[in-house]
């Protein structure tokens, strides 16, 4: 069983960085892939960022590519999301996921744990 606790939303000017940082418990955390999701009012939840246990492959969404960055510090066992040159289109809630599996994927069902979700939203 993972538990995952999400910090670093808020709410910012377009332009501005935040970075989110999930903290995993339990056992074997290099097990895991692990990913970031966001969910938009009235909209589906979307994949955003994914990175294996090792860092070996790690996938954007078109969306955030070139502004967004996901990283992993495993000793800490802990996932980090930057998010650079803010847009109003990322204002969403980012949910952290962790997926028991050598591989990353994009489909929300497959994953097993998710934490709260920190809000970020971002004004012009």
């Known amino acids: 069983q993972v538990q995952l606790v999400e910090s670093g939303g808020g709410s910012v000017q377009a332009g501005v960085s935040l970075r989110l940082s999930c903290v995993a418990s339990?056992?074997?955390?290099?097990?895991?892939?692990m990913s970031w999701f966001r969910q938009a009012p009235g909209e589906e939840r979307e994949f955003v960022a994914g990175?294996?246990?090792?860092?070996?492959?790690?996938l954007y969404a078109d969306a955030v590519k070139g502004r967004f960055t996901i990283s992993r510090d495993n000793a800490l066992q802990t996932v980090y999301l930057q998010m650079n040159n803010l847009i109003p289109e990322d204002t969403a809630v980012y949910y952290c996921?962790?997926?028991?599996?050598?591989?990353?994927?994009?489909?929300?069902?497959?994953?097993?744990?998710w934490g709260r979700g920190p809000q970020v939203t971002v004004t012009s």
């Open positions: 996921t962790a997926l028991f599996s050598a591989v990353v994927v994009t489909r929300v069902e497959d994953y097993n744990y």
């Open positions: 339990g056992p074997s955390f290099i097990s895991y892939s």
């Open positions: 990175i294996t246990w090792n860092g070996g492959t790690i």
